[in-house]
């Protein structure tokens, strides 16, 4: 199960840093990562990291948020800085299984606003 936490309003500019709680080892997963949906477009990957740390980005994101994994703590986070307006959607955590099952969690609601 995937707990995923952090997400709040944010001036324009500002930093928030969402986090995914593992029920157990984040390196039992393939990998995880974060996708976000905004009012009335399809889901978008945002960032992924696999069990080796490769990580990767959508364009409109890179530079701007970093993924990473604490195994100690079974988390993986998404620290999110210079965020726009466009940011703006619910955040999901999702993890792949070694056997290739997904795994969701809830979402977590980030506004971009002034």
């Known amino acids: 199960q995937l707990q995923a936490s952090g997400g709040g309003l944010v001036q324009p500019g500002g930093s928030l840093r969402l986090s995914c709680a593992a029920s157990r080892s984040i390196f039992s997963f393939n990998n995880m990562g974060w996708y976000r949906q905004a009012p009335g477009k399809q889901r978008e990957l945002v960032a992924t990291i696999t069990r080796g740390g490769v990580t990767n980005y959508a364009d409109s994101v890179k530079g701007r948020f970093t993924i990473s994994g604490d195994n100690a703590k079974k988390t993986v986070y998404l620290q999110m800085n210079s965020l726009k307006p466009g940011d703006t959607a619910v955040y999901y955590c999702?993890?792949?299984?070694?056997?290739?099952?997904?795994?969701w969690g809830q979402g977590t609601q980030v506004t971009v606003s002034s």
């Open positions: 999702y993890a792949v299984s070694m056997g290739g099952d997904d795994h």
